[in-house]
Nanobody, 123 residues
Framework: QVQLVESGGGLVQAGGSLRLSCAAS????????MGWFRQAPGKEREFVAC????????RYKDSVKGRFTISRDNAKNTVYLQMNSLKPEDTAVYYC????????????????WGQGTQVTVSS
């Protein structure tokens, strides 16, 4: 098992950028697909992006394609989410999570979650 801690959230104006990080403890980080999800107030948690164990495969929510990039550094046990051209509708708490399934987009297939980091995009 791993433990996950997100960082990098904050307040940014529309059109701006943020880079989220998720640091994992434990020696099995590279055994898992890593995903980013988000939850806006009053809405269900939704998939944003995921990356395969070796970082070769990635998948994105349609509305963030071309704006967000997920990456990982297995030597540092860290996964990143670079978010560019941010929009007010990107405002949410962002969570990273680990899955044993290959590039899963399904919340139920993620077994370990971080505590989340708030991203607020002002218009």
């Amino acid at each position: 098992q791993v433990q996950l801690v997100e960082s990098g959230g904050g307040l940014v104006q529309a059109g701006g950028s943020l880079r989220l990080s998720c640091a994992a403890s434990g020696r099995t980080f590279n055994a898992y697909t890593m995903g980013w999800f988000r939850q806006a107030p009053g809405k269900e948690r939704e998939f944003v992006a995921c990356i395969s164990r070796a970082g070769v495969g990635t998948r994105y929510k349609d509305s963030v394609k071309g704006r967000f990039t997920i990456s990982r550094d297995n030597a540092k046990n860290t996964v990143y989410l670079q978010m560019n051209s941010l929009k007010p509708e990107d405002t949410a708490v962002y969570y990273c999570a680990a899955s044993s399934f290959y590039t899963s987009m399904i919340i139920g297939e993620y077994h370990t979650w971080g505590q989340g980091t708030q991203v607020t995009v002002s218009s």
